[in-house]
Antibody, heavy 121, light 108 residues
Framework: EVQLVQSEAEVRKPGESLKISCKGS????????IAWVRQMPGKGLECMGI????????RYSPSFEGQVTISADKSISTAYLQWSSLKASDTAMYYC??????????????WGQGTLVTVSS | SYELTQPPSVSVSPGQTARITCSGD??????AHWYQQKPGQAPVMVIY???ERPLGIPERFSGSSSGTTVTLTISGAQAEDEADYYC???????????FGGGTRLTVL
């Protein structure tokens, strides 16, 4: 079974750093892109960026470029999303998802269970 | 920037057909995909490439495309189908990807 398991919920103060993780299993982790998707409270889905763990090729949505860093460690089949200085506006649920690429399109399947990040003083 | 537009909400009675639309200028050239998100849960893909249904998704879910609009149809909607539904599109180069704003389906 293809599965993505994310790290547990985190609470941080503004200005602190954070790194959350997403571990893949049941498939060749280095052969598929992994995406990170943000969902702010009561809002919709926003794709932040994607990484290809095979060679660490990384692409960011313009809205998130410079705001976060996406990385991966293929030796342990894990992708990461990190912040160097959190803001209250980073409070959200963050999902990772495997990205399928076929016939000139991309979709997200499956998804991790989500990691809730709360930033509050 | 490229956008996908969905109605904020759709309501149907149990057993009726629910139709959720998604509009975007690039949809005649690009595939759209659909996700279901129930409260407190992660999204689940229900349709990909306009009309393909993944294994395990009930047959009452179907998708279609016409011009700049794609449609998710739920034939004989059930209470368990109450959820937020999102359309999504992207190009193969990875240059961009986008979600629609989401549609809340109410079955009552």
């Amino acid at each position: 079974e293809v599965q993505l398991v994310q790290s547990e919920a985190e609470v941080r103060k503004p200005g602190e750093s954070l790194k959350i993780s997403c571990k893949g299993s049941g498939y060749s982790f280095t052969s598929y892109w992994i995406a990170w998707v943000r969902q702010m409270p009561g809002k919709g889905l926003e794709c932040m960026g994607i990484i290809f763990p095979g060679d660490s090729d990384t692409r960011y949505s313009p809205s998130f470029e410079g705001q976060v860093t996406i990385s991966a460690d293929k030796s342990i089949s894990t992708a990461y999303l990190q912040w160097s200085s959190l803001k209250a506006s980073d409070t959200a649920m963050y999902y990772c998802a495997r990205q399928r690429v076929l016939d000139e399109t991309r979709w997200f399947d499956p998804w991790g269970q989500g990691t809730l990040v709360t930033v509050s003083s | 920037s490229y956008e996908l537009t969905q109605p904020p909400s759709v309501s149907v009675s149990p057993g009726q057909t629910a139709r959720i639309t998604c509009s975007g200028d690039a949809l005649p050239k690009l595939y759209a995909h659909w996700y279901q998100q129930k409260p407190g849960q992660a999204p689940v893909m229900v349709i990909y490439k306009h009309s393909e249904r993944p294994l395990g998704i009930p047959e009452r879910f179907s998708g279609s495309s016409s011009g700049t609009t794609v449609t998710l149809t739920i034939s004989g909607a059930q209470a368990e189908d109450e959820a937020d539904y999102y359309c999504q599109s992207a190009d193969s180069s990875g240059a961009y990807w986008v979600f629609g704003g989401g549609t809340r389906l109410t079955v009552l």
